[in-house]
């Protein structure tokens, strides 16, 4: 059985696990509030809250239900536009979106309110920025997003003055959020962990971001376990010169952890660029390897920073060089019952500069046409280290190893730039498709490899070209 809470009332279930909670909310729970729309996490039409006790505090997220697996919301409170209602009363974000005139047809709008209403729960300091990113994942086609520009600040502005420490009951006080929230953490304690079955799953499921649209039939009729009810590590653990990540880690706890964003200057900046809010809180570091994708942001990433994975199956580990698990379009050199359980990379030193560049139709939410990451460290002029990867130009996240092996060791000159654009041409083996043509993406990749250069040597560049 699936136990969770929807709203205010405990459900259990035993519905197939691999049903989206998007259509179990609306055809067994009759709760209408959640649009279908793209199926996909494009939209957020279907945005709901996801509630589970962390640490001790109770947290809320923001997830698309259609992507988000049945079996992983057991033991958490799961709220719907239905679960925030006042008894015919508007709740503030409700009442900005009226006053700005913020919605029309009004298929969205419930999932807009959803996703404010997460952007109000955060324990981060607001401001209309971060109201705006919170709504990213939110697309609407009659108001012109001006109108929810206007509803966003407003929004920002109600809970200036929030209680960091205890959101929750300050947004219940004024109006943002109904009284039973300050029951849910007890009663979410009253649920017991799932039993997991003595037979083995077909899948083994994690954020399901991609599993979810990719395989949505397949997902509902095989037996699915939870990544999260097997015991995978939950953490980032940093050290003096590594940092190890679980697998199950999704893109969102990358960026709250500050220690890791105090060793990336940019790293923030850089996963902004993966996806929307709702899709980074449920998406995992280990699912976006696996998925294998050729312009997988975080697979590029993670090659420059020559991430070496460990491999689990039962009690049997072993450990590979990222830059090994792909062997061809969506292959991977991995067992269909292994996990990826950690991610380990060394930490940039002081003398080195990472940077991530994506080109894409849309600057968010949107796939690359071409991605690259780059780590390069200089000591005395000499190019100490370098590591360079790529996504759209082979048939999997490419390391191009004899790029960077060349530069490593030398003096960044023309020579060596000029050297480094024909390797870099010998390596990859871009196609043609909808993102562009495979002519394109060559040239595409070259500037991008000067965009990382201009990062170390600033407007210097231009005289070494």
Not at 24 to 35: D, H, M, T, V
Not at 284 to 307: C, F, R, W
Request: glycine share 6%.
């Amino acid at each position: 059985m699936i136990s969770f809470i929807l709203n205010e009332k405990l459900v259990s279930t035993s519905n197939n696990p691999g049903m989206s909670l998007l259509d179990f909310i609306r055809y067994e729970a009759n709760l209408p509030g959640a649009k279908i729309g793209c199926r996909e996490g494009d939209c957020g039409a279907c945005t709901v809250l996801i509630g589970e006790i962390n640490d001790g505090i109770m947290a809320y997220r923001s997830v698309t239900s259609c992507l988000f697996p049945l079996i992983n919301a057991h033991g958490k409170h799961v709220v719907t536009i239905e679960g925030i209602n006042l008894n015919n009363k508007l709740t503030p974000v409700q009442q900005a979106i009226a006053d700005n005139a913020a919605t029309q047809c009004g298929f969205c709008t419930p999932g807009f309110v959803m996703s404010f209403t997460g952007f109000c729960i955060s324990s981060k300091e607001p401001s209309t920025q971060k109201a705006i990113e919170a709504v990213a994942g939110n697309i609407c086609r009659c108001t012109g997003y001006k109108s929810i520009e206007r509803a966003a600040k407003d929004i920002a502005k109600a809970v200036q003055n929030k209680d960091l420490n205890d959101p929750i009951n300050w947004l219940i006080q004024h109006g943002f959020l109904p009284k039973y929230f300050t029951e849910i953490p007890e009663r979410l304690k009253q649920i017991q962990p799932q039993t997991i079955s003595e037979k083995k799953p077909d899948k083994i499921i994690a954020g399901g971001t991609d599993l979810m649209v990719q395989q949505p039939d397949s997902i509902y009729r095989q037996k699915i376990e939870s990544a999260f009810n097997i015991n995978l590590p939950h953490e980032i653990i940093i050290s003096n010169c590594t940092c190890t990540i679980s697998g199950a880690t999704t893109v969102n706890d990358l960026l709250k952890n500050d220690k890791l964003l105090s060793r990336f200057p940019e790293l923030d900046n850089y996963l902004m660029l993966v996806s929307s809010e709702p899709i980074r809180n449920m998406a995992t570091i280990a699912g976006n390897l696996i998925n294998a994708s050729p312009i997988g942001d975080l697979s590029v990433m993670l090659l420059a920073l020559n991430a070496q994975l460990t491999i689990i199956n039962g009690d049997k580990t072993r450990q590979i060089p990222l830059n090994k698990l792909f062997t061809g379009y969506k292959q991977l050199a991995i067992e269909h019952e292994e996990l990826i359980q950690l991610i380990t990379f060394e930490l940039p030193k002081s003398n080195a500069t990472f940077n991530f560049e994506k080109v894409s139709k849309r600057k968010h939410l949107d796939i690359a046409s071409v991605n690259t990451a780059m780590l390069i460290e200089i000591d005395n002029g000499i190019i100490t280290k370098f590591r360079l990867s790529a996504g759209g130009v082979a048939p999997f996240p490419l390391y191009l190893e004899k790029t960077s092996k060349y530069i490593a060791g030398k003096h960044l000159d023309k020579g060596t730039i000029a050297k480094a654009f024909e390797l870099i041409d010998e390596e990859i083996s871009p196609i043609s498709d909808i993102r562009g043509t495979a002519e394109y993406k060559r040239l595409l990749l070259k500037q991008l490899f000067k965009a990382h250069l201009q990062k170390v040597v600033g407007d210097e560049f231009y005289k070494l070209i």
